[in-house]
């Protein structure tokens, strides 16, 4: 799989329509202590991935399209670059033709991050940060690119440095030394993509044996405080800038991804669980006793 060169865009407005969701990325979640990919279940018309808590986790976004495109990244309603209540019009990740980056935490400056990592509501960022109400929700804004005024150049940009197409940022201005790296600001609608570097026996022994599995599923099913995303661990992740104009002032896609604990997904009814095993008890010539009457 290839992986994006890290970008951090500086975005323009401009018009489209809107599209269906997944036709231009694709969202996925990444349990990066495991490795795996984790699955999706539909619900109501949403998709939802069962986090463990405590583990780090990472946004993949995958561009499904033949041009750039621009995702703002929304985690539990917080904009995972600038740490502003998201909205689409800030800064997002950006991304080549057909490529994908791996986002894994809240953007601190061009040089780290703050690590996702699946925790309790809260003690989530945005709980933490007085803005509780969206936690448990993962999403993209997703814009495409405006079409250069001279397309007669095309052939001649396409080859060229990054640096030749756009105008760089003005530098920002230096930041003292300290022991521990300080969060750098990152410029208004700036955006950005990130290094894609996660029996029937004596009477009433089967009915004791099904309350004994029905007990350990209603425990199974019991609810448990939400899982929300917390501010980790620091990480190095370096992404550089870019400008990015785009078609539409508003998305052409909105992608979404619900996520909460196993447990809850499963006594929310998200996750279907099997009834649990009938145990098979063999059958007995001379089980003793007397003979009773037919019940009828």
Known sequence: MKTLLPILVLAALSCASLARAGDLVDLRVIDRDTGTVLPTYARDGKFFVAGTPG????????????????????????????????????????LDAYQST?????????????????????SSYAAKTGRPDNVGVIGVAVFREKPLDLPWREGKIASAPLADRYSPPPSPPAQPASPKPAPASVPPGAAEAETASRSAAPAGAPARAESSADSSAARLRKPEESLGTGHGARETSHVSWTQFARASSQPNEVVSLWYDSYNNLVARGVIPQPPPPRRFVEPQAFPGGFVPDPSS
Not at 63 to 81: H, K, M, P
Not at 104 to 121: C, H, M, P, V
């Open 55 to 94: 583990h780090r986790y990472s946004v993949r976004i995958a561009n499904r399209i033949g041009e750039r495109v621009l995702a703002v990244l929304s985690v539990d309603g917080v904009n995972a670059v600038t740490g502003q209540t998201a909205s689409p019009d800030q800064s997002g990740y950006v």
């Open 102 to 122: 791996d986002v894994a935490g809240w953007r601190k400056s061009t040089d780290e991050i703050a690590q996702f990592n699946f925790t309790a509501l809260s």
